[in-house]
């Protein structure tokens, strides 16, 4: 084989090489590098749900204790939980958790989750992701399901049902968290 001949051989199969590897992380990605405790939290988006809505970023929660609750209106474990959701962030708010919780209900359910938001009494951040980004970037396998951030980003606890978070052990947790520091 002659030195072309062996160059394009070589350049042929870096190229298929590459393009499977691009494929298999896009297409392979959760399976490769799930989300799990210890890992850092993957950025999103979604909106508000103000009058006019605004979208926010993980990264507007950047060096908080955050409590990231991915939910719906229709599920009935988290309509069991949003109470001690509140309690806790009531009880810690103001030492700096921040409590965000992400309706991944349909498009054009606004007023229904405001609804939701006032007749549970949260005071808490709720956002919308209607299409549900966040639940893949997550890797959500139910609802509801919680991802407990400290203030450098990691996952330290991933819990995938319903929980009282204002339970002795979660009490705990988050005032062990809201005590460290930011890196």
Known sequence: MTGRKQVATLLLFL?????????????????????????????????TLDATPTVKTLA????????LNIWATWCLPCRVEMPSIE??????????????????????TEAQIREFTKNYK????????????????????????????????IIRKKL??????????NRALVERLLGERSG
């Open 15 to 47: 190229g298929v090489t590459s393009a499977a590897l691009f494929v298999g992380k896009e297409y392979f990605h959760d399976e490769l590098f799930p989300i799990e405790i210890g890992s850092r939290a993957p950025e999103f988006r979604a909106a």
């Open 60 to 67: 507007d929660y950047r060096g908080q204790v955050v409590l």
């Open 87 to 108: 309690a806790l962030h009531q009880s810690y708010a103001a030492q700096g958790l921040k409590v965000v919780a992400v309706s991944i209900d349909e498009p054009g």
């Open 122 to 153: 949260l005071t808490f951040d709720i956002l919308h992701d209607p299409k549900g980004l966040i639940s893949k970037q997550y890797g959500v396998t139910g609802y509801p399901e919680t991802f407990i951030l400290g203030r450098d980003g």
């Open 160 to 169: 995938m049902a319903a929980t009282d978070w204002n339970s002795p052990e």
